[in-house]
């Protein structure tokens, strides 16, 4: 068996509980290696900023407010669910989660009820953060689930806060009656977080991963992955120092936006500056207003940036590194082109700017692989080399090691690799092996310097714009439709918005149903059922009858490849 391992050599890890690790009080004046008064987060809209010390003091307020409210009484490892877009009170309802020993799970903003009622239930939660805007989803939600107006009880609205740069607005209506974040900070605070002995391999993060094959998943992410994870990024890229400010588009509940721009930073002490949703002019403005250094993207954004007037219009010279990751990044010329006609804009601004690309998962804490930043020239298209502690395989179809240059399944081991996934044995079993192999469902080729590019997925998953959409999921719901008999769904990949989109194939119930209508008909109907990233942008085709191995699997491999000549 051929193992390859980091080139880095290893890191020491810590055996700490999250809040401690990231938002500990290591000595007087400091909140875990940097000073308290340093600026933790920025709202980018209104410039309103939290300090690293007042983070920690409005957690443990939280934490205490939480585990002394009357009605909510939440206890250590409770699950908080937070559904709520990039907000200053985002990474203060998770820290004052994890102070009181809660664990947290974070759901897509743009969650329909349906798919948040999944969630809920799945993670066991009992609290739920949210804003004003998201208070309907989240009721028809709990409607949904049984627990009608009881959930209300369940509830913390945490927006419309001065000091985190929200209007001075009173409830509305709606949410009268609700507990409210401002609550719960005025009822005390915690003196210092719990310290429970020997959490290091407890769960303490849930975000949701459909893994090889089927639904959403809950990930159970601990506290030893999430600050090894941390301690790897820190030790082992180049470009980062606390002197940099990182501008946060990537949506704050995924676990690439969480760990690099709320956790990581907080290791590294550099200043973030949330914004809401990524907007190319917002983007170009606030590198500007803020003095970024460093943002994290997904392929599509590059696309815009490439394209986008404003891109000329701002002083964007403090830009050093643009990170890519979730999705694939120039594995053919047409994107390696386009990578550097972004660079080449934004250099025009008198500093070069290198756009790099980094490797992972959910199930793996994310990050797994990255290219350096000296190396951003010479390896474009790569996913990067493994980050330190790793370990890989690359596997061929028939289970043996893949030939030196040919591809492989990419196996991943290491501190980093999640624990399993939540109340699913054999689903965990299905993707780790008994020496601790996680199996990725990506292939890959590898370079004798160790630089890795991704050729295939072997995996259903589709990628849209880096949010996972899990065929299983849509075609369990398009089974839902009178209308249609069988159902398979695939990705197509779109050059023009550099992502893949989602395609379904469907047999209609009615034979003499008129194809056009049908498929126009049902992509609405999906698109009133699911959130945006699913809907069927690829489109529908109705055909006589999805292709089927014996055993009954869809020949997704067919259907793609049908795709790719339509
Ligand atoms: P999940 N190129 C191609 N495919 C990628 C890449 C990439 N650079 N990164 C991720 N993927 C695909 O759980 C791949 O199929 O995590 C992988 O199995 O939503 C799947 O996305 C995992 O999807 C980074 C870079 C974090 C990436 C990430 C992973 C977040 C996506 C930090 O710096």
New binding site residues.
């Given amino acids: 068996v051929k193992i390859y391992s980091s080139t880095f050599s290893n890191v020491p890890l810590v055996n700490r509980g999250v809040f401690s690790y990231f938002l500990g009080a290591s000595r007087p004046g400091y909140v875990g290696e940097h000073p308290a008064n340093w600026p933790a987060f920025t709202d980018a809209a209104s410039g309103a900023t939290i300090t690293r010390g007042h983070l920690r003091a409005l957690s443990l307020q939280l934490g205490h407010g939480l585990t002394h409210h009357a009605t909510l009484r939440a206890s250590r490892n409770d699950t908080a669910l937070i559904f709520a877009p990039n907000i200053l009170q985002f990474p203060l309802a998770m820290f004052g989660s994890w102070a009181a020993g809660l664990r947290v799970t974070l759901a897509n903003s743009a969650y329909n009820a349906r798919e948040l009622a999944h969630q809920y239930t799945n993670s066991g939660a009992s609290l739920v953060y949210t804003t004003e805007d998201h208070l309907q989803t989240v009721r028809d939600m709990f409607t949904a689930v049984g627990l009608g107006a009881e959930g209300d009880k369940r509830i913390i609205i945490i927006d419309g806060l001065r000091w985190a740069g929200g209007a001075n607005v009173p409830p509305s209506v709606a949410s009268a009656g609700l507990v409210r974040l401002e609550d719960l900070l005025s009822m005390g605070a915690m003196e210092s977080e719990e310290i429970f002995e020997g959490q290091g391999n407890e769960t303490t993060l849930l ?1 949701y ?1 459909s893994g090889t094959t089927g639904k959403p998943k809950g ?1 159970e992410t601990t506290h030893h992955n999430l600050t090894s994870m941390a301690e790897i990024l820190q030790h082992s890229w180049d470009a980062p120092t606390s002197r940099e400010v990182m501008l946060a588009i990537l949506p704050c509940y ?3 936006g969480c ?2 721009q709320l956790l990581w930073t907080l290791r590294a002490g550099i200043k973030v500056v949330l914004q809401a949703r990524f907007e190319p002019e917002a983007w170009c403005r606030n590198i500007q207003t803020y003095a970024v250094s460093l943002s ?1 993207v997904v ?1 599509p954004v590059l696309v815009h940036l490439a394209r986008h007037p404003a891109v000329e219009k701002y002083d964007m010279k403090t830009l050093k590194v643009m ?7 120039g ?1 053919d010329l047409t994107r390696q082109a386009l990578s550097i006609r972004v660079a080449a804009r934004l250099a025009s601004f008198g500093t070069h700017v290198a756009i790099i ?8 804490s ?5 290219v350096p930043t000296k190396s951003a020239e010479s390896a474009l298209g790569s ?2 080399v493994l980050l330190p502690n790793l370990q890989s395989r690359l596997v061929a179809d028939d289970g043996l090691d893949a030939k030196e240059g040919e591809p492989g399944e ?1 196996w991943i081991r290491g501190p980093t690799v999640m624990k399993g996934y939540l109340k699913n044995a054999s689903a965990t079993a299905g993707c780790i092996n008994s020496e601790g192999w996680f199996q ?3 292939i890959a080729v590898r370079t004798n310097e160790g630089f890795y590019y ?1 050729v295939d ?1 072997k ?1 259903e ?1 589709i ?1 849209y714009k ?3 959409v899990p065929p299983a999921e849509l075609e369990a719901l398009l089974l839902n439709n009178p209308d249609v008999a069988d159902a398979a769904v695939v990705g197509v990949y779109d050059d023009a918005q550099a992502t893949e989109l989602p395609r379904a194939y469907i047999v209609a119930a009615n034979p003499s149903a008129k194809k056009a209508q049908l498929a126009r008909d049902v992509i609405a109907w999906t698109k009133a059922r699911v959130a945006s990233h699913k809907q069927l942008r690829g489109g529908v085709a109705v055909i006589d009858v999805i292709p089927k191995s014996a055993a009954g699997k869809i020949l997704r491999k067919d259907l793609r490849e049908r795709a790719k000549v339509e």
């Fill in positions: 975000c991963s990930v995924h676990i690439y760990v690099m994290l392929p990170v890519s990751g979730a999705a694939p990044l594995p690309q980094g490797y992972g998962l959910t199930e793996t994310p990050v797994a692989m990255m996913i990067g990419i990725t469902g990506d991704i997925r995996k998953l990628k880096g949010f996972q």
